[in-house]
């Protein structure tokens, strides 16, 4: 089986052939650290996060690089409105960050590059360009010359004359061309700033990536990932930067993530409907949200609103009662044998399905739906009277590989169950001591509803699952 990738340069789905056997190397663009991350941010960091579990549970050796834009338009605004500099707001939101998609189960990237730590390399970059022709300063900016450039408007399939002016600076009379775009931008009164030999100034938006992926991964890629708002200009502009300075190919398969829009509204900030991940995790289980991002196919749009995120919060809850029915019950399971191959051949099956569904372009909502027929699988074999360790065991065993894959752990969420259970059994102790008797029979009365049972003992209370 060959897994299959959705294309956005050829808009078809292609097999997965890196350039090196075994090996892939992989770049998705990483946030502007002006703020907390929203939940558009969120999805492409869960979304790239599940394709490189993906890819390295079928094998692959995955080398992963997001980058973080900590200098910009958006940062020198906060900075002066918050007043701190650029470096100590980058900090605090980097920050931010990582604790925020730590919690959503997200990995670490095997490097994540700065812009600022890249000055040097940007600006050789930008020099080669203007050397090669493809580059010119004008009145301390350095623009490039898209029309120059004969592939451009590939990614985004459209024509020079059909594009627009999409780079994050307003236009002027210091280019040759509209549709050229800035490099590196003259530093204005009071702003961070670097040395160049076009005087003072900070690289544009779009140079930083083509110049950190070359860094950290070669002049070819095998995956470029990120939004689908980056396709133009911000991707297409990469590969103008990157392909006319290295004659190279500079990614060979570029994957998009789709729009979320907010109770059936694009989010923007026109509408003030943006939903920070910081605000959702104070009120919801991290693991709620990245189940509900992997319910819809990465390309299609989702629409986050409350009713759906208590859909997830039921769905999840259902797999997770699976899960804990099966750990429960294999406490008393035995060594049989009868037909006992038949429900292995069974679970088998759904492994083998959901293998499938994934290497379709990482069909996620596939993917959980092979979970929900493992644990419809898993709920009537329960249902036997007698049931078989080894059949027990390897239902578990399949239901933490594949909610692995998705980064959707409930082997670790049993664990959680169990510390919880501890601190009310050790608050029902202190209540029977304080003779706060209502207070402890509530709590009686709440394991028991979750099918735990308490034993008063001379030696003190234990607890175990019925």
Same mark, same amino acid.
């Given at each position: 089986?060959?897994?299959?990738?959705?294309?956005?340069?050829?808009?078809?789905?292609?097999?997965?052939?890196?350039?090196?056997?075994?090996?892939?190397?992989?770049?998705?663009?990483?946030?502007?650290?002006?703020?907390?991350?929203?939940?558009?941010?969120?999805?492409?960091?869960?979304?790239?996060?599940?394709?490189?579990?993906?890819?390295?549970?079928?094998?692959?050796?995955?080398?992963?690089?997001?980058?973080?834009?900590?200098?910009?338009?958006?940062?020198?605004?906060?900075?002066?409105?918050?007043?701190?500099?650029?470096? +100590?707001?980058?900090?605090?939101?980097?920050?931010?960050?990582?604790?925020?998609?730590? %919690?959503?189960?997200?990995?670490?990237?095997?490097?994540?590059?700065?812009?600022?730590?890249?000055? +040097?390399?940007?600006? +050789?970059?930008?020099?080669?360009?203007?050397?090669?022709?493809? %580059?010119?300063?004008?009145?301390?900016?350095?623009?490039?010359?898209?029309?120059?450039?004969?592939?451009?408007?590939?990614?985004?399939?459209?024509?020079?004359?059909?594009?627009?002016?999409?780079?994050?600076?307003?236009?002027?009379?210091?280019?040759?061309?509209?549709?050229?775009?800035?490099?590196?931008?003259?530093?204005?009164?009071?702003?961070?700033?670097?040395?160049?030999?076009?005087?003072?100034?900070?690289?544009?938006?779009?140079?930083?990536?083509?110049?950190?992926?070359?860094?950290?991964?070669?002049?070819?890629?095998?995956?470029?990932?990120?939004?689908?708002?980056?396709?133009?200009?911000?991707?297409?502009?990469?590969?103008?930067?990157?392909?006319?300075?290295?004659?190279?190919?500079?990614?060979?398969?570029?994957?998009?993530?789709?729009?979320?829009?907010?109770?059936?509204?694009?989010?923007?900030?026109?509408?003030?409907?943006?939903?920070?991940?910081?605000?959702?995790?104070?009120?919801?289980?991290?693991?709620?949200?990245?189940?509900?991002?992997?319910?819809?196919?990465?390309?299609?749009?989702?629409?986050?609103?409350?009713?759906?995120?208590?859909? %997830?919060?039921?769905?999840?809850?259902?797999?997770?009662?699976?899960?804990?029915?099966?750990?429960?019950?294999?406490?008393?399971?035995?060594?049989?044998?009868?037909?006992?191959?038949?429900?292995?051949?069974?679970?088998?099956?759904?492994?083998?399905?959901?293998?499938?569904?994934?290497?379709?372009?990482?069909?996620?909502?596939?993917?959980?739906?092979?979970?929900?027929?493992?644990?419809?699988?898993?709920?009537?074999? #329960? #249902?036997?009277?007698?049931?078989?360790?080894?059949?027990?065991?390897?239902?578990?065993?399949?239901?933490?590989?594949?909610?692995?894959?998705?980064?959707?752990?409930?082997?670790?969420?049993?664990?959680? #169950?169990? %510390?919880?259970?501890?601190?009310?059994?050790?608050?029902?102790?202190?209540?029977?001591?304080?003779?706060?008797?209502?207070?402890?029979?509530?709590?009686?009365?709440?394991?028991?509803?979750?099918?735990?049972?308490?034993?008063?003992?001379?030696?003190?209370?234990?607890?175990?699952?019925?």
């Amino acid at each position: 089986m060959t897994i299959q990738i959705f294309n956005s340069l050829s808009r078809t789905k292609e097999p997965f052939v890196p350039l090196e056997e075994g090996k892939v190397k992989m770049y998705v663009c990483g946030p502007t650290v002006y703020n907390y991350i929203h939940i558009g941010n969120a999805r492409p960091v869960i979304v790239y996060d599940t394709v490189r579990r993906y890819l390295e549970y079928r094998g692959f050796d995955v080398k992963y690089i997001s980058n973080f834009t900590d200098v910009d338009d958006k940062l020198i605004k906060a900075a002066n409105e918050l007043g701190q500099t650029v470096p +100590e707001i980058a900090e605090r939101f980097i920050k931010a960050y990582f604790d925020n998609t730590e %919690a959503l189960g997200c990995a670490v990237a095997d490097a994540h590059p700065r812009v600022t730590e890249h000055m +040097e390399q940007i600006i +050789e970059f930008i020099e080669a360009l203007i050397e090669k022709g493809f %580059a010119y300063e004008s009145q301390g900016d350095v623009y490039y010359r898209t029309r120059k450039f004969d592939g451009y408007g590939k990614l985004s399939h459209q024509s020079v004359d059909e594009l627009k002016v999409g780079a994050r600076i307003e236009t002027g009379d210091k280019k040759e061309d509209e549709l050229d775009f800035v490099l590196w931008k003259a530093a204005k009164p009071n702003e961070i700033s670097w040395n160049s030999p076009w005087g003072e100034g900070r690289p544009g938006w779009h140079i930083e990536c083509s110049v950190m992926a070359r860094e950290h991964l070669g002049d070819t890629i095998d995956i470029h990932a990120g939004g689908q708002d980056l396709t133009f200009p911000h991707h297409e502009n990469e590969i103008a930067q990157s392909e006319a300075y290295t004659g190279k190919p500079f990614a060979r398969y570029w994957m998009h993530n789709g729009y979320i829009n907010i109770d059936n509204e694009k989010m923007s900030k026109s509408l003030n409907n943006f939903v920070l991940v910081n605000d959702i995790l104070k009120e919801m289980d991290p693991q709620v949200l990245r189940f509900f991002m992997l319910s819809v196919h990465y390309r299609h749009p989702i629409n986050y609103s409350q009713q759906l995120m208590e859909d %997830a919060v039921a769905g999840l809850e259902r797999l997770r009662n699976s899960y804990s029915n099966l750990k429960h019950r294999l406490g008393v399971s035995a060594d049989l044998g009868d037909h006992s191959d038949i429900w292995l051949s069974k679970i088998e099956e759904i492994k083998k399905e959901f293998i499938v569904t994934m290497d379709d372009d990482f069909n996620t909502a596939h993917g959980i739906s092979k979970l929900f027929d493992l644990s419809r699988l898993a709920n009537t074999y #329960l #249902l036997e009277k007698q049931t078989s360790v080894e059949v027990m065991e390897t239902f578990l065993s399949v239901f933490d590989e594949l909610s692995a894959v998705l980064g959707l752990p409930f082997k670790q969420q049993e664990e959680l #169950l169990d %510390a919880e259970v501890e601190a009310l059994l050790e608050e029902r102790i202190q209540a029977r001591k304080n003779r706060d008797f209502a207070r402890a029979d509530e709590i009686r009365d709440l394991f028991k509803e979750k099918n735990i049972i308490l034993e008063d003992t001379a030696q003190g209370t234990r607890w175990k699952r019925g």
